[in-house]
């Protein structure tokens, strides 16, 4: 007969009513959260974790960049923890690349290319929260101009977004200085030299 152990079981508790002291730190509303999101940046930073003065020092000034980035949520939470952390890791890679020695050509080398590919690590993470928090988005704005009654009413829809750029109401309407444009004469006729001698138009 085989013996079936019990599942191992672990009891979660929410509370029901958070506070949120630690939101500017992990976006949530929940503290529990929070604390564990900035634990795991602390404990990401490049530096000697031995050390008790200078990863305190490494991880309040990390956290300090995240509280100013002010997460809104847990999303923007997660992605602001993971850009503090890849920009150390690009600025510690620079670092190192720069203390080989001359004669160490391939590891700095080695050194440099790991720097480049995190920062651009840095850039996709900065252009995600930029998306998330909506700046990506178009905005449509529509420009009413009315001008005097010698020109006419213009009425024109400006889109304006990310990658477009939004048209000023001096570039809509172009109005004169020197007045009201003279009326053209439609019976005028002009003398026009015709080829091969002939009459001119009267």
Known sequence: MTNVKPEKTIAIEFDAAPKA????????DRDTWNARLSNLVAAALPVNQDNIEASKEAATAALSGVVDINPADPVEGMLIA??????????????????????????????????????RTVALLTERLDQHRGRGQQQIVVKHVTVNADQAVVTDSVVSGKSSEGLSSAKLVATP???PMPIIDPYATESVPVAGGGTKAK
Do not use: C, N
């Open 21 to 28: 002291k630690l939101k500017a730190l992990g976006g949530a």
């Open 82 to 119: 993971q850009l503090i952390v890849a920009h150390e890791a690009a600025l510690s890679m620079y670092r190192r690349a720069w203390q080989q020695p001359p004669e160490y050509f391939e590891a700095r080398t080695r050194y440099l290319a790991l720097a480049d590919k995190t920062t």
């Open 177 to 179: 200085t020197a007045g």
